[in-house]
């Protein structure tokens, strides 16, 4: 049974700071591995999406790789702003009726 | 753009009552999912399609029904709500390998 687990839970970091998320992954077949943002009381906006066969993904601050074999994906935010606070969700597509969600990572960027 | 539209936003009901979630997309999108999202738990796959007149269960299908008669809609069924329902439920659509878009969400509580 596939399972995504998420570390950290949650990250508070001074605004300007580089940081990573971290999601994991047990079953490697994977059809693709999407990042999503979620803002208080709002659905998810989604951010990267990384085919099984690419090694990473980039948008304007944000890169996402993927490493299926040790079942990793990493989230790359450059130069962290306060609007860039929110909770962060990656999720794992086996085949369309397998889309599993990670628990999440709640990030705070503080001015 | 309307992009996914979900309705209501927010409902209570009251044990064994019934009632439909609406969800919209005008993206010609092919693929389109129901998921609740609970504390705890995350986010997990009630019933999805692959196009109009395909439907299939998810993660956690029990007391739920949907139907896809247009590409537009996909509808989502409570038949006899109970407490256990509670939760805030999610519409999605895609298109093949392409990533997903989510509606606002629609908060519901059955007392």
């Known amino acids: 049974k596939q399972e995504v687990t998420q570390i950290p839970a949650a990250l508070s970091v001074p605004e300007g700071e580089n940081l990573v998320l971290n999601c994991s992954f047990t079953?490697?077949?994977?059809?693709?591995l999407q990042w999503f943002r979620q803002d208080p009381g709002k659905g998810l906006t989604s951010l990267l999406l990384?085919?099984?066969?690419?090694r990473e993904q980039t948008s304007g601050r944000l890169n996402a790789s993927l490493d299926k074999s040790s079942g990793r994906s990493t989230l790359y935010i450059a130069a962290s702003q306060p609007g860039d606070s929110a909770t962060y969700l990656c999720?794992?597509?086996?085949?369309?009726?397998?889309?599993?969600f990670g628990p999440g990572t709640s990030l705070s960027v503080i001015p | 753009n309307a992009g996914v539209t979900q309705t209501p936003k927010f409902q209570v009901l009251k044990t064994g009552q019934s009632m439909t979630l609406q969800c919209a997309q005008d993206m010609n999108h092919e693929y389109m999912s129901w998921y609740r999202q609970d504390p705890g738990m995350g986010l997990r796959l009630i019933h999805y399609?692959?196009?109009?007149?395909?439907?299939d269960q998810g993660e956690v299908p029990n007391g739920y029904n949907v139907s896809r008669s247009t590409t537009e809609d996909f509808p989502l069924r409570l038949l006899s709500a109970a407490p256990s329902q509670t939760s805030v439920y999610f519409c999605a659509s895609s298109s093949r390998d392409r990533e997903a878009f989510f509606g606002q969400g629609t908060r519901l509580t059955v007392v």
């Open positions: 079953d490697s077949a994977i059809y693709n």
């Open positions: 999720a794992v597509t086996k085949s369309y009726d397998k889309v599993i």
């Open positions: 399609s692959v196009g109009a007149g395909i439907t």
């Open positions: 990384i085919q099984s066969s690419q």
